[in-house]
């Protein structure tokens, strides 16, 4: 990959009227537009006027905001979803039609609304132009997403400089470089993230985010966490002194569908599950935190008679003994029925069957069930997530 120079990627009067945006309340509030219909929008400079949205659906919603849930942490800005139009300082629409001056085939196109009592950006993505070609769609939410952070084409002459002397945007640097490029990846695949040379010129513009202990830990090594709390607030999930303090880390997750992941544990002598944010913030145990001992749940056959507390049948029962075994390795984690809820899948390191977690909005677990490999294929094949079955295999 070719180094572009920070200079040839960042816009400064881009970077003047969100900057002026971001430092009133030194937040970035983004507002992903998820329903269909009439919807009436500002239009920048194209004047007020009424739209016709398709949904951002789920799986794009989670992929849009664990983009910016991990420039959150690579930036020093602050990344906030909010659920009201009028909250946000950025929205994004998928829109069912861009009309410029005439010009229909449009992809996506970025306004700036100046207005006194409240300065925004509206973000709009042609749907059906990208003809159900999602990796190109979600390619083209980074590069609109990429201007209003500042970033500008590296083709781009107005300002004086372009790379490598090439005006052309079908000569000039390929996706995987920028994803402020136009031409086709020379791989063949869209990226999903910015390129270091975005993220470089992004860091220069808007300063690095606080240093994290991001991938510190080593997949079945044990670490002491002497502090960890469960939600309640008991050392390590239990209510008597405990000395065994050791927790098996297992990988990273996302716990509760908010984009970020957290580690995830097991404590082989408690059989519980533990998670850490990437904060390492042992004081996070309770509502919204997430550094603490997860909860033990009910089986749902238990509770509604079918199988005996406690018996061979109980999920529960066999879950804790697998973690007491070391017998699980975590695969992967997901939304794969679209209900809103997170899914962890795990895999026995036996080879006799799979584990599916389900787990609350807080990130603490429900109840999770058994499956074998036909089952787990079934159903991540029902639900439309076939590629995620090599994952977990």
């Known amino acids: 990959m070719r180094i572009i120079s920070e200079e040839l990627l960042l816009d400064n009067e881009l970077l003047d009227f969100i900057k002026n945006i971001y430092l009133e309340d030194n937040s970035m ?8 219909g009439e919807k009436s929008v500002k239009g920048g400079i194209y004047g007020e006027q009424v739209i016709r949205t398709f949904a951002i659906d789920t799986s794009d919603h989670y992929f849009y905001k664990t983009v910016l849930a991990n420039l959150d942490l690579i930036l020093d800005i602050n990344f906030n979803i909010v659920d009201e139009e009028a909250d946000s300082d950025i929205s994004f629409f998928y829109d069912s039609e861009i009309n410029v001056n005439g010009e ?27 003809e159900n070609n999602v990796s190109y769609l979600r390619y083209a939410f980074l590069h609109e997403l ?19 002397n090439q005006t052309s945007a079908w000569s000039s640097a390929y996706p995987e470089e920028t994803v402020m490029a136009y031409r086709q990846p020379s791989l063949g695949s869209w990226p999903e993230d910015f390129s270091d040379n975005d993220l470089n010129a992004l860091k220069s513009a808007w300063g690095a985010g606080p240093v994290t202990n991001l991938n510190k830990y080593i997949i079945d090594h044990s670490y002491e966490f002497g502090e960890i709390k469960d939600f309640d607030g008991f050392l390590h999930g239990i209510k ?18 908010d984009g970020y992941q957290e580690y995830v544990f097991v404590n082989i002598f408690t059989a519980r599950l533990a998670s850490v944010g ?16 997860l909860g033990i749940y009910i089986d749902p056959l238990v509770a509604a008679g079918e199988i005996l507390n406690g018996s061979d049948e109980d999920s529960q029962r066999r879950f804790s003994n697998d973690i007491k075994i070391d017998n699980l390795e975590l695969k992967t984690s997901g939304d794969f029925n679209l209900d809103g809820l997170q899914e962890l899948y795990w895999k026995t390191a036996d080879g006799t069957a799979y584990l599916r977690a389900l787990m ?31 994952e977990i295999i």
Do not use: C, W
Not at 29 to 36: C, F, R, T, V
Not at 104 to 130: A, C, H, M, R, T
Not at 362 to 388: H, R, V
């Open 278 to 293: 990437f904060e390492e913030d042992f004081f996070k145990h309770g509502e919204n935190g997430n550094t603490r001992v």
């Open 29 to 36: 509030d983004i507002y992903l537009h998820n329903s269909a």
């Open 104 to 130: 229909k085939d449009i992809l996506g196109i970025v306004v700036q609304n100046k207005l006194e009592e409240k300065s925004s950006y509206e973000v709009f993505l042609n749907y059906p132009n990208f």
């Open 240 to 257: 008597h002194k405990l000395n065994k303090t050791e927790y098996n880390f297992k990988g990273k997750a996302d716990l509760n569908l």
């Open 360 to 390: 609350h909005a807080d990130g603490n677990i429900q109840y999770a069930n058994y499956q074998s490999e036909d089952q787990m294929k079934e159903y991540l094949t029902a639900n439309g997530n076939f590629d995620s079955i090599n």
């Open 146 to 164: 990429g201007h209003v952070l500042g970033l500008e084409h590296p083709f781009n002459e107005e300002d004086g400089d372009v790379f490598e």
